[in-house]
């Protein structure tokens, strides 16, 4: 009897394979007892404070059954139990997970998965749904400004400021303007630039000196620290005095700073056009107080003019 103990049991071996294959393939065959399974968002931040702090993980059950929910990590190990095998559930479910363990640490960057386990079927599921966690901020840095001078007038010059950025991760990178957002651009690229016009909030700002600073959001909501501040002016014509005191009939020069091509003054009853520039031009012949007015593209700039007689 003992020749025949490795034939039997090579024999019982074949019969274990057989049946574990068929086993595995009615398995491959049998209708998953999940369906519509969704996990989003697929990237999280538990420190972000922002709408992609958790992730919702969400699907049906084809039939009811006493339902565990956990999250394991890549080497399989459980970080968290959503939901103990302790009730029946049925159709469709959802619950969200924050990115932390049992004891409410907050677990390491990297990649975790949903496992599903139905009791009643004695089914594991791994769903094909990875969940990873970020938590780190990206960095920006503002590589370009120009010019620092413009006149967003419309009129085609110096219309805008280009500001070049550069991201160390794929985010969403916004202008801020006086600390208020002024433009968000679109897509995700580590480098480009944004163009701005002038405008916060759809309205076009006054002339005078403005701080800019870019800010960069990642796609788990991690918000990384702005840059530093830098100036520039929005400027559409400026005089070099505000005030000018002269003889009557004296002649006088100021100075005009604009991107505009021409520029119209008036000074009492007179009026003309001229370049920009050294603007110079005749006192009225009275004495009196006089507002001596420059205008390009629609915007204008004002210097009072003092005619006085010269003393006897």
């Not at 996990?39 to 565990?68: H, N, Q, W, Y």
């Not at 007038?153 to 805008?160: E, I, L, M, P």
């Not at 991690?222 to 929005?234: A, L, S």
């Amino acid at each position: 009897m003992a020749r025949f103990a490795p034939a039997v049991l090579v024999a019982a071996l074949l019969a274990a394979t057989v049946l574990a294959f068929v086993y595995t393939e009615s398995l491959k065959l049998t209708p998953s007892p999940i369906l519509g399974t969704r996990v989003l968002p697929k990237v999280i931040s538990p420190v972000c404070d922002c709408p992609t702090d958790s992730a919702v993980i969400a699907f049906r059950l084809r039939e009811a059954d006493v339902l565990g929910v956990e999250i394991i990590d890549r080497d399989g190990d459980v970080v968290r139990h959503l939901v103990r095998p302790d009730r029946v559930a049925r159709g469709a479910v959802s619950f969200a997970w924050d990115g932390r363990a049992d004891v409410g640490t907050t677990l390491p960057e990297g990649q975790y998965r949903p496992r599903v386990k139905l009791q009643r079927q004695r089914r594991t599921i791994v769903l094909p749904n990875p969940i990873r966690i970020d938590a780190t901020p990206p960095v920006v840095a503002m590589t370009r400004l120009d010019p620092r001078v413009f006149s967003p007038d419309g009129d085609a010059r110096s219309d805008r400021v280009v500001v070049g950025y550069r991201v160390d991760e794929s985010a969403r990178v916004a202008l801020y303007v006086g600390g208020k957002r002024a433009v968000l651009k679109k897509g995700r690229s580590t480098e480009g630039t944004i163009d701005w016009f002038g405008r916060s909030g759809g309205e076009p700002l006054p002339q005078g000196p403005y701080t800019l600073r870019l800010g960069a959001v990642d796609i788990a909501g991690n918000e990384g620290r702005r840059t530093r501040p830098k100036v520039v002016v929005i400027r559409y014509v400026a005089l070099g005095r505000a005030s000018i005191v002269t003889a009557p009939g004296g002649r006088f020069a100021v100075l005009v700073l604009t991107d505009a091509a021409r520029v119209t003054w008036k000074l009492g009853a007179r009026s003309g056009i001229a370049r920009p520039g050294t603007l110079r031009l005749r006192a009225p012949l009275q004495p009196g107080r006089f507002t001596l007015t420059v205008t390009a593209n629609g915007r204008s700039a004002r210097a009072a003019v003092f005619v006085r007689s010269p003393a006897p």
